[in-house]
């Protein structure tokens, strides 16, 4: 019988971490002024891309961005700032070059990635980071 209480938790174990990863969005959530705060603070790691539509930089980094918030699902959540649109935020974290990747960890800031990166590079600085 103890071999199937095992299977069992495993199992219960299984079917909760698949309802965790569902939870976590698996693209990218539109952040703004009025939302960074409740965004930051919803998930246990979130990554915010600072960008703009004029910035090629950033056009370019849309697709790692896509990829890493689908790869990533379950473990960091993903958002896209427009700095234009949002000045605010922008303001307040002192941003003065796009792209740049601000890092959060339970709501507090635990670093800055700026520049465009390809995937690999990207992940081994998120990982540095969280």
């Known amino acids: 019988m103890d071999d199937l209480e095992k299977i069992r938790q495993q199992r219960l174990e ?13 693209s990218p959530i539109h952040a ?11 998930y246990p790691v979130v990554v915010i ?16 961005i896509d990829a890493l918030a689908r ?3 379950g473990k960091i959540v993903f958002g896209k700032l427009n700095t234009d649109e949002n000045q605010m935020s ?13 890092v959060f960890k339970d709501g507090n800031p635990a670093g800055q990635i700026v520049g465009a990166f390809q995937k690999e590079q ?4 998120l ?3 969280i």
């Open 14 to 26: 299984q079917i909760k971490n698949n309802l965790e990863t569902r939870l976590f969005p698996e």
């Open 32 to 42: 703004t002024d009025a939302n960074f705060d409740e965004l930051i603070s919803k």
């Open 49 to 64: 891309d600072c960008w703009a539509e004029w910035c090629g930089p950033c056009r370019k980094l849309v697709p790692v």
């Open 71 to 73: 790869e990533m699902q």
């Open 90 to 102: 922008a303001r307040k974290f002192n941003i003065t070059a796009i792209p740049t990747l601000l």
């Open 122 to 125: 990207l992940v081994e600085r």
């Open 127 to 129: 990982n540095k980071l």
